[in-house]
């Protein structure tokens, strides 16, 4: 199996199972986040699993979210699933509505150049963390505005109605 970059912040496994549950899952979060962002060439569920001792279930789980939530890249090699990280995020703006913030930011990998919209929430810690995502393929932006303008003028019709 290949070696992998670990962050110097990883706890060992004593230290881990005595975190709250809230706390285990934002120190996983943020750990996978390092890990990927050390290994730009690819890391596979297995590799991270025999690296930190956590179980698969919870590496697949949580490297998932970071898939679904546009924080990380995930190519399937036939049977093997090979995570990257995102790439590095040129902040733009954020926009507040009620208790939740929307960050948008730009990125580049070797999918392309994108933007990427987080919606942050509030965490039991008092910070924000990403709770959904996207990253828009930069060379669309031009047409999504204009669907956006079209939905926008559809929910003045409706809520005439």
Not at 35 to 48: E, F, M, R, Y
Not at 51 to 80: M, V
Request: hydrophobic letters at 35%; one cysteine or more.
């Amino acid at each position: 199996m290949v070696k992998i970059n670990l962050p110097k912040e990883l706890l060992q496994k004593e230290a881990f199972k005595t975190l709250p549950a809230k706390e285990k899952e934002e120190y996983i979060t943020n750990i996978l986040i390092k890990i990927l962002q050390l290994n730009p060439d690819g890391v596979t569920t297995s590799q991270i699993k025999e690296a930190t001792g956590l179980t698969y279930s919870t590496l697949w789980h949580h490297l998932e979210i970071l898939k679904s939530t546009a924080l990380s890249r995930k190519i399937s090699r036939g049977k093997i699933d090979v995570y990257y990280p995102l790439g590095n995020l040129n902040y733009l703006s954020d926009y507040n509505k009620d208790k939740v913030v929307y960050t948008f930011t730009t990125v580049g990998n070797s999918d392309g150049s994108f933007v990427c919209i987080h919606e942050k929430r509030e965490n039991s810690l008092g910070s924000y963390t990403v709770v959904r995502g996207i990253a828009l393929p930069v060379e669309l932006i031009d047409d999504i505005i204009n669907t956006l303008k079209k939905a926008k003028e559809q929910s003045k019709k409706h809520a005439k109605e």
